[in-house]
């Protein structure tokens, strides 16, 4: 089995800065691509931003320039800086992984974690 575990979302101005860890355990192969999604209330879960095993990095419009993704092997985290208000949402963590039990690439998500900016 493989765990995520999120942690570093609050409550904060807008203008601060908030940072999300997420790590994952368990029988991890070797890891492909490791995410972060949002859904706020009333709204589609949207990807936020994503680094691949190479350090690839990939973010969403609304967040470059802001967030930086980043990864130290089955870590990855989220600095997220400014903070405006429509950032608040629920984050979770995405990872796809090749399992030590097959070779077919698997996917697991975090519980999520909240973010609250005050406007």
């Known amino acids: 089995q493989v765990q995520l575990v999120e942690s570093g979302g609050g409550l904060v101005q807008a203008g601060g800065s908030l940072r999300l860890s997420c790590a994952a355990s368990?029988?991890?192969?070797?890891?492909?691509?490791m995410r972060w999604y949002r859904q706020a209330p009333g709204k589609q879960r949207e990807l936020v931003a994503s680094i691949t095993s190479g350090g690839s990095t990939n973010y969403a419009d609304s967040v470059k320039g802001r967030f930086t993704i980043s990864r130290d092997n089955a870590k990855v985290y989220l600095q997220m800086d400014p903070l405006k208000a429509e950032d608040t949402a629920v984050y979770y963590c995405?990872?796809?992984?090749?399992?030590?039990?097959?070779?077919?690439?698997?996917?697991?998500w975090g519980q999520g974690t909240q973010v609250t900016v005050s406007s």
């Open positions: 368990g029988s991890i192969l070797r890891i492909i691509v």
């Open positions: 995405n990872v796809e992984y090749v399992s030590i039990w097959s070779p077919q690439g698997q996917s697991r």
